[in-house]
């Protein structure tokens, strides 16, 4: 698996993890976060994101996202200069790439090191650059409604030496790093070994056979993704009310999930729209509710991020977001009728 999902990235090293969260975690160990360091986080994500930067024992500074849910490049640039924070943990969230070559550049600016969460671009693409070869290393996915679903697991892909070799030992290889489908050389672990601890997280063979089985479809399977979620995008349009954000031209995406803005319904009417979806059979997250609700959460209910400021612009943002799941199983005339029942609901008064 290692070897075959390093080919299909691009990448020179690929460790396979029991999480993505794990891998997340991995990287910035590997990448060289310690205790105390300061990390940059756009604030719209998922919780193991910021989990992984506490595990770590690191300094969470967040960063505002804007109307199209990627970072704010402005608040970006001001945060790296007001904290000094040496990393970007850039979380692709639902999908949605930022400008990365403008993100580079900053990174380069600032002396930045770009970790890439690309729990939700598997496959996606900036200018034809696969997202997750742009950082020093990234971290994908394999837990449910993933691009590659094996239930839980993760995929961390680098092509730098000691990176590879520290996430590996991390992993719990032992000195059994030889083995290793696909490793740097032995003295990239000559300098790491005795330094770099064990915390046994690889992933088992039996989610690595499912997972390589699945990666010789995904070529097909992002196209059918997109072909589902053109015909979403394209009814949800042309309802009164909802407004889908364009995608960037430069942007290659895979539409598993679409999201829109109810501007027209508000942050006040989105439970009873969500209700009034839900008997009708669609299902919608809702991103604005204060209090955590299954797997989503606001970035102000992390109670252990010890500097959280207010984020405006991101409450904004949110309050409005609510997220459609596309998975495979859905028909064309599923994804059409579904857009139409959202539409109607809408429009409700």
């Known amino acids: 698996l290692e070897q075959e999902y390093a080919a299909w990235q691009g990448a020179r090293y690929c460790l396979a993890c029991t999480s993505g969260g794990y891998a997340i975690q991995l990287a910035l160990r590997a990448a ?67 400008d990365m070559d403008s993100v580079c550049a900053l990174c380069d600016e600032f002396g930045i090191t770009l970790i890439e969460d690309c729990a939700h671009t598997m496959g996606a693409k900036w200018n034809g650059k696969l997202s997750g070869n742009f950082g020093a290393v990234a971290c994908f996915s394999a837990q449910t409604y993933k691009h590659l679903n094996t239930g839980e697991g993760g995929l961390l892909t680098t092509n730098d030496d000691e990176i590879a070799a520290r996430a590996i030992v991390h992993s719990g290889s032992y000195m059994l790093y030889a083995r290793h489908g696909t490793r740097p050389p032995d003295a990239a672990f000559e300098k790491v070994k005795l330094e770099t601890a064990n915390f046994s997280g690889r992933l088992d063979n039996l989610r690595a056979a499912i997972m390589r089985v699945q990666l010789t479809a995904l070529d097909e399977n992002i196209q059918r993704w997109n072909e589902r979620y053109r015909v979403l995008e394209d009814g949800l349009k042309r309802a009164a009310g909802l407004r889908i954000v364009p995608r960037p031209q430069h942007e290659f995406y895979v539409g598993s999930s679409i999201q829109f803005h109810a501007d027209s319904v508000g942050p006040g009417g989105i439970p009873a729209f969500i209700e009034r979806c839900a008997k009708r059979g669609v299902e919608i997250k809702w991103f604005g509710p204060k209090e955590p609700v299954a797997f989503t959460s606001r970035y102000d209910s992390w109670a252990y991020v010890k500097n959280r400021r207010t984020l405006p612009q991101t409450l904004r943002v949110v309050a409005t977001t609510c997220d459609i799941r596309v998975p495979l199983t859905f028909s064309l005339e599923d994804c059409r009728d579904i857009a139409e029942i959202v539409a109607e609901e809408a429009n409700v008064r």
């Open 32 to 98: 060289g976060v310690k205790p105390g360091d300061g990390v940059l986080m756009n604030a719209w994500t998922l919780a193991p994101v910021p989990g992984a930067v506490e595990n770590v024992g690191a300094v969470l500074h967040l960063v505002e996202v804007l109307e199209d849910w990627c970072i704010d490049l402005d608040d970006l640039r001001r945060q790296a200069a007001e904290t000094g924070a040496k990393f970007l943990l850039l979380s692709h969230m639902r999908g949605h790439m930022a």
